[in-house]
């Protein structure tokens, strides 16, 4: 079973930074695309930026020049690396990765979602 474990979120002022980590644990597995995404309340859920197995990265529109998303494989981890942080940021900020279960069709797996407030 591989699990996505989130941490790094809290309250933090405009204008300030904070990092988001992401790690999947488990056993024999391997792991493909991850991403961040967001979803503020009354909001449908965004894609924030992803990053390809290789490292190809793409960002949504509202965060590029801020945010950076990199990743770990050797530790199946990522991060999203969030700076100059607005009011409008404010959201549960979940994890997303595809799994590789050895012997196992791929599957799309969450992380339980961490929450960011960018609040004075």
């Known amino acids: 079973q591989v699990q996505l474990v989130e941490s790094g979120g809290g309250l933090v002022q405009p204008g300030g930074s904070l990092r988001l980590s992401c790690a999947a644990s488990?056993?024999?597995?391997?792991?493909?695309?991850m991403a961040w995404y967001r979803q503020a309340p009354g909001k449908q859920r965004e894609l924030v930026a992803g990053?390809?197995?290789?490292?190809?990265?793409n960002y949504a529109d509202p965060v590029k020049g801020r945010f950076t998303i990199s990743r770990d494989n050797t530790k199946h981890t990522v991060y999203l690396q969030m700076n100059s942080l607005k009011p409008e940021d404010t959201a549960v900020y979940s994890c997303?990765?595809?799994?590789?279960?050895?012997?196992?069709?791929?599957?799309?797996?969450w992380g339980q979602g961490t929450q960011v407030t960018v609040s004075s």
């Open positions: 997303n990765a595809i799994i590789f279960p050895s012997g196992q069709l791929p599957r799309n797996d």
């Open positions: 990053i390809s197995s290789g490292g190809n990265t």
């Open positions: 488990g056993s024999s597995f391997s792991v493909g695309t």
